[in-house]
């Protein structure tokens, strides 16, 4: 069974950090992209972060300096280190999948971020 599975997040006060996490199974782990997403209410889901199996990354402009994301492929985990973090960090936090030959993405369930004093 394909599947994307996060943990880690939760609530902190800004300036604080969590790790995300996110376990993939069911499906090649080295052959796909692999991606963190965040939707926070009331807003359009936005790409945070990616990283190819070679270890390229890149990041949307408002986290560059502060996340860093890593995946372990000997664990077919992908992770999401988010230091200084601010309010406007909140939302939900999604991991994806996306195969390089193309297809369809898979999404994990989502895992609440909350940035709050």
């Known amino acids: 069974q394909v599947q994307l599975v996060e943990s880690g997040g939760g609530l902190v006060q800004p300036g604080g950090s969590l790790r995300l996490s996110c376990a993939a199974s069911?499906?090649?782990?080295?052959?796909?992209?692999m991606s963190w997403y965040r939707q926070a209410p009331g807003k359009e889901r936005e790409l945070v972060a990616t990283?190819?199996?070679?270890?390229?990354?890149q990041y949307v402009d408002s986290v560059k300096g502060r996340f860093t994301i890593s995946r372990d492929s000997a664990k077919n985990t992908v992770f999401l280190q988010m230091n200084s973090l601010k309010p406007e960090d909140t939302a939900v936090y999604y991991c994806?999948?996306?195969?390089?030959?193309?297809?369809?993405?898979?999404w994990g369930q989502g895992t609440q971020v909350t940035v709050s004093s």
């Open positions: 994806s999948a996306l195969p390089y030959s193309g297809g369809r993405r898979i």
């Open positions: 069911g499906f090649t782990f080295s052959f796909y992209t």
């Open positions: 990283i190819v199996s070679a270890g390229r990354t």
